[in-house]
């Protein structure tokens, strides 16, 4: 597993508390694909409810907190496919 997927599902299961309400996929492009549900944060590419498409930069700036979700959505660096409800939950979540 890459360096990228293993920070990446560091700061996203303590930013989600360890789990989430519904079944989210993150895929980071080149770099594989996080799976955050009830039990916790893990690398997969299991069946989601919403799935966040974006670039391992923008991902870094979203877990960081340097990049607004909704404004990484708007400038099309962000793509959502799914339930938009959820991926508001995780904009709020990341923020």
């Known amino acids: 597993m890459s360096k990228v997927l293993d920070a990446a599902m560091k700061t996203l299961g303590e930013k989600l508390g360890g789990g989430f309400g519904g079944v989210a996929k993150f895929v980071i492009e080149g770099e ?28 870094e700036g979203l877990l960081s907190g340097d990049m607004n979700p909704t404004m990484a959505f708007m400038q099309g660096k962000l793509k959502v496919d799914g339930s938009m409800g959820l991926a508001m939950q995780l904009a709020s979540a990341l923020g």
């Open 32 to 59: 594989g694909a996080i799976i955050a549900d009830a039990a916790g944060v893990r690398a997969g590419d299991d069946e989601a409810e919403v799935t966040l498409t974006a670039s391992a930069e923008t991902f």
